[in-house]
């Protein structure tokens, strides 16, 4: 067994400990996926291999041809010391046998939530260990059992009863050598005409001499044998036929292996999680069960590293209006049929305003001594002990030590669950462009139209916020303002086609002074440094620059913040190219799906080329499906899939497009000639699949059109321009 059930990750670790320890160097390899997902399991793993004095070195790669060139350069080499390469949300897709040098004394740990695995990295390669979410344990028995009978069991032929080669075929094959040369193709023709004879003969000999009854049993246990095998090639062939779908988030993969482990969860390493999964949510890589799932997962460890915040909620859940969780909400805190017009939740309110359910509000004693005291404004924002002191008139730590260590401050640097409004980036922004910016209410309410902004006016008014209310910044909203925010929006919501704009989620509180953070607004933020050469005027080290810019966000709130100004001007340009898009009338619908190409001004809008990125052209994707699945009149119009296209602006690849194909969560791909197999069904993202990676790689094949995989995803890809009105005329036909 190569794969590691979820109750055994420590397994695989201990392998890479034993290995460093007999390493005089650096014997461990990380190649990470420069996504936020696998950041956030990057962060976590380190953590591990620096508590154990394991020397290690960090990889960024961006699709399969970096690991390529990386093998060559640090593995291949006989005198590398490296010993151990890890995979954060990469390689599960890929035979590893095929993109690394596998000595005898490497060994290779997977931990991606890329679906569907290569069978060969779970069920053949010893080296490899693949980390299981539970899907394989619980519903790949039967592949598994296939593809061992395949890989491992004898090869069918007509002569499988015989017990020894006749002795006429011996001396077929000892004539065949005379005179020529080996493994040509005349020896090999003449080998096989002779060969083909030989089984003739044997079977015409074999039916005269053989019992009738013997004769028949034999051929039944042949065709058996045959129907038998043509099951396991069609279950395997299904298998991966059935598309690309997600699983467990590599960041919470990575915390669990950190539990097995005896590190106990920190406040850190849980946020950690949160964000990894979160960027799941948001890219829509899993479904509404796969995130239900995430969130009670998380929603235990939250309460244990912040205890404060289970108390808080409670005890709000005691509460006059019944019910557990969030005020009179009768199921758990976060549940997503929790959310109803009826909702009045007290503990859900107080998440949103600052603090923790049933912490005490600042006096307004503190409050008159903030607005007179001219020293609060010289305290640095990172120096929370500082602003505590000056705030509490104290020279010295021990002065204000009281005031430091209390409950109130406490609760300042805590995880807190809370329901979450749709709304793009509302705390660090205003509520008027986090709703104008924000994909959800744009596409609901068409707000680039007169009549779209008319009803978010009209919204705005029946959440009872004037114009000038809603253009202020959100933290500058008051209390009661915030609390009636979320009070109305879960009872008018239906009435603009927004009945779930509700939903839970867990954010964190980083102190005094400083801005709350969700775990969506957090991936936004990661996902905006990690494009950072597509809005920074900084090309210093482009590529690397962003992804540990990103890295170090984790932990550094002044770089964190630089996300969430990128994340805005991302946020702009995605709803701004894909209004400009749609009044255009850009996106053409196909029999069976829709297309759109962007241009090169579109491509560059901001001249770095910011749609030529994976994770800004999925979401301009997800905006302009979204959008027209809002606005259209016929159900099988709604759920088609898309597919969009951009110029590459990279100099050494600026003749090529990049191909992506996105489908609805509520899409199924199973194709119906396919047998039905527990496979099917993915914990995280249910039946849904996007089968536009198949496809992409059979179009290619079929006109000859040179294409590389743009990034991990396998619907991801690259082709030559020259090839592309060709690739898609061939598509569409395809289709």
């Known amino acids: 067994m190569v794969y590691i059930p979820s109750s055994r990750y420590e397994d695989a670790y201990r392998r890479i400990a034993d290995s460093a320890s007999r390493s005089q160097g650096t014997s461990v390899l990380i190649f990470v996926s420069t996504d936020v997902d696998g950041l956030c399991g990057l962060r976590i793993l380190t953590t591990l291999l620096k508590r154990d004095a394991i020397a290690h070195k960090i990889v960024p790669v961006t699709n399969y041809a970096d690991i390529s060139s990386m093998d060559e350069t640090l593995i291949a080499n006989n005198s590398s010391q490296i010993r151990s390469v890890v995979f954060l949300n990469c390689g599960a897709q890929m035979d590893i046998q095929d993109l690394l040098t596998l000595r005898d004394n490497l060994s290779v740990m997977i931990i991606d939530s890329h679906r569907p695995f290569n069978l060969y990295n779970v069920f053949w390669h010893e080296q490899v260990q693949c980390l299981d979410d539970g899907d394989v344990e619980s519903n790949m028995d039967p592949l598994r059992h296939a593809f061992e009978a395949i890989e491992f069991g004898e090869a069918l032929s007509d002569d499988d009863s015989d017990e020894e080669v006749d002795s006429v075929e011996e001396d077929v094959l000892s004539e065949t050598g005379i005179g020529r040369k080996r493994g040509s193709s005349e020896m090999l023709g003449d080998l096989a005409r002779r060969d083909t004879s030989v089984r003739q003969r044997r079977k015409q000999r074999r039916r005269v001499d053989m019992d009738p009854e013997e004769f028949v049993r034999i051929q039944e246990q042949r065709a058996q044998r045959r129907e038998e095998r043509a099951e396991q090639q069609q279950m395997i062939q299904a298998y991966y036929a059935q598309g690309s779908y997600y699983g467990l988030s590599c960041a919470i993969s990575a915390l669990t292996l950190a539990e097995q482990l005896g590190q106990p969860p920190t406040l850190d390493t849980v946020w950690w999680a949160i964000v990894g999964a979160s960027s799941q949510h948001i890219l829509q890589h899993i479904d509404v069960d796969g995130y239900s799932v995430v969130v009670r997962r998380m929603r235990d460890l939250v309460r244990r590293v912040s205890p404060t915040a289970s108390t808080a909620i409670s005890g709000s859940s005691q509460r006059p209006g019944g019910g557990g969780g969030l005020g009179g909400m009768a199921t758990s805190a976060l549940d997503f049929n929790a959310f109803d017009a009826s909702s009045s939740s007290q503990a859900l309110l107080d998440s949103q305003l600052g603090g923790i359910p049933g912490a005490e509000e600042p006096s307004s004693s503190h409050a008159n001594f ?25 020279s010295t730590n021990a002065e204000a030590g009281l005031l430091i260590s209390s409950k ?14 749709k709304f793009t980036l509302l705390r660090h922004w205003s509520l008027d462009s986090s709703m104008r910016f924000s994909p959800y209410v744009a596409t609901r309410l068409a707000t680039w139209s007169s009549r779209g902004r008319a009803r978010l006016d009209l919204l705005l008014a029946k959440l ?25 929006m879960a009872e008018i919501g239906s009435d603009y086609d927004m009945p779930d704009a509700l939903y839970p989620g867990f954010v964190r509180n ?19 440094l990690l494009q950072k050469d597509t809005w920074t005027t900084d090309t210093t080290d482009i590529q690397q620059g962003g992804f540990f810019a990103a890295y170090d966000a984790l932990t550094q709130y002044k770089v964190l913040k630089e996300g969430i100004d990128g994340a805005q001007l991302l946020q702009r340009m995605v709803v701004s190219q894909g209004i400009s898009m749609l009044e255009r009338q850009a996106v053409k619908t196909l029999k069976r799906l829709r297309f759109t190409i962007l241009g090169e001004l579109e491509a560059n809008t901001t001249g770095n ?4 990125k994976p994770f800004a052209l999925r979401q301009l994707a997800l905006f302009l499906m979204q959008t027209l699945r809002e606005r259209s009149t016929k159900s099988d119009h709604a759920k088609r899939p898309f597919i969009i296209a951009a110029p590459t602006t990279d100099a050494l690849e600026s003749e090529k497009y990049l191909v992506l194909g996105i489908t609805p969560l509520d899409f199924s791909l199973i194709r119906p000639h396919m047998p039905e197999m527990s496979f099917n069904q993915s914990t995280f993202a249910g039946e849904s699949r996007n089968h536009f990676g198949l496809v992409f790689e059979e179009v290619a094949n079929q006109i000859g059109a040179e294409t590389k995989q743009g990034f991990f995803d396998s619907n991801v890809m690259e082709i030559r321009r020259s090839d592309m009105s060709t690739f898609v005329d061939r598509l569409r036909r395809h289709l």
């Open 609 to 612: 080329g910011i749609f030529s």
């Open 408 to 421: 109130s401050v406490m609760q300042q640097m805590e995880i807190v669950e809370s329901a979450e409004l």
């Open 370 to 394: 903030d607005m007179f005291n001219p020293y609060l404004d010289l305290i640095d924002e990172d120096d929370d002990e500082g602003f505590l002191r000056a705030r509490a008139g104290a």
């Open 510 to 528: 980083y102190g005094w002074r400083k801005s709350r953070f969700s775990g969506s607004d957090m991936a936004l933020a990661l996902l905006a």
């Open 464 to 488: 009872g916020l004037s114009k000038a209310e809603a253009q202020a910044p959100y933290l500058h909203l008051a209390p009661e303002l915030k609390k009636q925010l979320y009070q109305k």
